[in-house]
């Protein structure tokens, strides 16, 4: 799913990295009844920078994420985005009854969708799959086409939430891979929302910690990629983010 916020002003901005940023938020709120859940959220990601971001069950990070894409009205505080977003969920949320193709064309506004979307499946693997219908697939083959819908568009600011969560061990390493080759090519900014502490570690160029429904601590990971888990930078950093979500080394990961 991909959309443009609307009423959204375009910000020339830089962010902290110096490079132009894709989003700027201010003192954002958010409130379900009496439950604040977000309560004054400051974030910039600059245009091609990887953030993943952590937090406990129900501390407010697909809250932020559907703030950005522009699915739910926050409460209160300022949210711009320079460009379109698109989103990838947990579940790939593939349309049943259309084949695999015509999900990744769905809404596209160009002269050939068609050819657009064959590029986009031959981006991420299924190119022989283009035909097949959404329940044929596995896991890993339909959030590579959840993936080839979004990023279809070309946008500007790519979310993901969880996509990583429901699949095996060996298919999520194989997605990761697939994730940070398509963001080296296309080089969108992209926020992950994730449980998984070595996920983000191996992931992103920054991590963030959202509790109290605030950012509560930022960590950069300034590592070449591929990463590997046993670095002693990422020891040590794995060890501060655990911290952060209350978890002790010897408990394992968030």
Do not use: Y
């Amino acid at each position: 799913m991909a959309q443009g916020l609307p009423g959204v002003t375009a910000e020339a901005e830089r962010a902290d990295t110096g490079r132009p940023r894709v989003v700027r938020v201010r003192g954002l709120t958010k409130r379900f009844g009496e439950r604040t859940v977000l309560d004054g959220v400051d974030l910039d990601i600059a245009r091609g920078e990887f953030v993943a971001l952590l937090g406990r069950s129900g501390s407010g990070k697909s809250t932020l994420l559907r703030a950005l894409a522009g699915l739910d009205d926050a409460t209160g505080g300022e949210l711009s985005v320079d460009g379109t977003v698109a989103v990838a969920f947990q579940e790939p949320r593939l349309v049943p009854w259309k084949r695999v193709r015509a999900n990744v064309a769905l809404g596209l506004r160009v002269p050939d969708p068609r050819a657009a979307a064959d590029k986009a499946l031959a981006e991420v693997g299924l190119t022989e799959r283009g035909g097949a219908w959404p329940l044929t697939l596995s896991g890993g083959e339909a959030q590579r086409a959840s993936l080839a819908r979004a990023l279809v568009r070309e946008p500007d600011l790519l979310l993901l939430d969880e996509p990583f969560s429901a699949l095996d061990a060996l298919t999520r390493i194989t997605m990761h891979r697939l994730v940070l080759d398509l963001w080296e090519r296309h080089r969108p900014g992209i926020l992950l929302v994730t449980h998984d502490v070595d996920e983000a570690l191996l992931l992103a160029d920054r991590v963030l910690v959202l509790d109290g429904g605030r950012i509560a601590h930022e960590s950069r990971v300034d590592l070449d990629r591929p990463r590997h888990r046993d670095h002693p930078d990422l020891t040590a950093l794995r060890a501060a983010l655990l911290a952060q979500l209350g978890v002790t080394t010897d408990e394992g990961t968030a």
